[in-house]
């Protein structure tokens, strides 16, 4: 996720249990999880509800749109369909 190697990760878990102290790093990591957690449920709440306002509105064409994992497109031919040839 945070694109941490192994070796990463034990040396931010070793420092951590320096400063935070060893006793304290489980709870910690909780924390941490619980709102890594929380975050990741709001982006999907918020994703639900985009969709949901898009299927409530019939803007299907305009979530297309936005789809962000689409094919690359060819640039030239996109700016000609919007603009026509004079753009």
């Known amino acids: 996720m945070f ?3 192994g070796l990463e ?3 931010v878990l070793a420092v951590a249990a ?3 102290g060893p006793r304290d790093v489980p709870k910690v ?3 941490f999880g619980r709102l890594v957690r929380r975050l990741q449920y709001v982006r999907y709440a918020f994703s639900q509800q985009f969709e949901d306002f ?3 509105h019939d803007l299907e064409e305009l979530r297309r749109g936005v789809n962000f ?3 690359d497109t060819d640039e030239k031919t996109a ?6 040839d004079d753009g």
Do not use: R, T
Not at 79 to 84: A, K, L, M, S, Y
């Open 3 to 5: 694109g941490f190697s």
């Open 9 to 11: 990760l034990l040396l």
């Open 18 to 20: 320096l400063v935070i």
């Open 29 to 31: 990591m909780y924390m």
């Open 54 to 56: 898009l299927k409530e």
């Open 69 to 71: 994992e689409a094919p």
């Open 79 to 84: 700016d000609i369909e919007v603009h026509g």
